[in-house]
């Protein structure tokens, strides 16, 4: 079966603080990829990121940046120096090779504060 | 470029009537999914096309739910005789090829209240 968890609900920080969310997926496949969405309150999920399987070299985009651990079946996101832009919703999600669904984690409401 | 669109945005239905939701994806992107978000959740999977051809519809929760994409562009989820149960927001998703990996690109949703 497959399944992402997202363990922390609700963060809160202080503006300029760095904080990291937690993905955490089950998949017996050798096969799969991972993103991150971010959910603004306007509702639409925005892509960050696309990760496949083979690939377990970090990424930095700008503030953000992504731990792949294939060891823990972690995939983890870091945003530095936090803004007030960055409150949202984030999301983890997985799908598998030759399969149309994503599994999505219940995802993490990150609050940052001025 | 014009991302994914959904319309209407908001719908209220009283509990046994029809409704039905729309959305426009990306043009020229082949796949398109249907997922519910229920409040505080993540989305859940309804269905897939590509193109036209409706190719899984594993996650529809009942025979109440329909899909269609007649022409491989524009979809149509309609839920008939509406349940409370059913409230959730309604998201569509595209994505270029066929490509089970290919990233989706969401639209705003539908925020269904089923009174």
């Known amino acids: 079966a497959q399944k992402v968890t997202q363990a922390q609900t609700e963060i809160s920080v202080v503006e300029k603080e760095d904080v990291t969310l937690d993905c955490v997926y089950e998949t017996r496949d050798t096969t799969y990829y991972l993103f991150w969405y971010k959910q603004p309150p306007s509702g639409e999920l925005v892509f960050l990121i696309r990760?496949?399987?083979?690939?377990?070299q970090n990424e930095i985009s700008g503030r953000y940046s992504w731990n792949f651990q294939k060891s823990t079946s972690s995939f983890n996101f870091t945003i530095t120096a936090s803004q007030v832009v960055d409150s949202a919703v984030y999301f983890c999600?997985?799908?598998?090779?030759?399969?149309?669904?994503?599994?999505f984690g219940s995802g993490t409401k990150l609050n940052v504060k001025p | 470029g014009a991302g994914v669109s959904q319309s209407p945005r908001y719908k209220v239905a009283k509990r046994g009537q029809d409704v039905a939701l729309r959305c426009d994806p990306i043009?020229?992107?082949?796949?398109l999914f249907w997922y519910q978000q229920a409040l505080g959740q993540g989305p859940e999977f309804l269905t897939y096309f590509q193109n036209e051809a409706q190719l899984d519809k594993s996650g529809l929760p009942s025979d109440r739910f329909f899909a269609e994409r007649p022409e491989g562009s524009v979809s149509t989820l309609k839920i008939q005789r509406t349940q409370q149960e059913d409230s959730a927001v309604y998201l569509c998703?595209?994505?270029?090829?066929?490509?089970?990996?290919?990233?989706?690109?969401f639209g705003p949703g539908t925020r269904l209240t089923v009174l």
């Open positions: 990760r496949n399987s083979f690939d377990e």
């Open positions: 999600a997985l799908t598998r090779y030759n399969f149309n669904k994503f599994y």
């Open positions: 998703a595209s994505s270029l090829r066929e490509t089970s990996t290919d990233t989706q690109y």
């Open positions: 043009s020229g992107h082949v796949s």
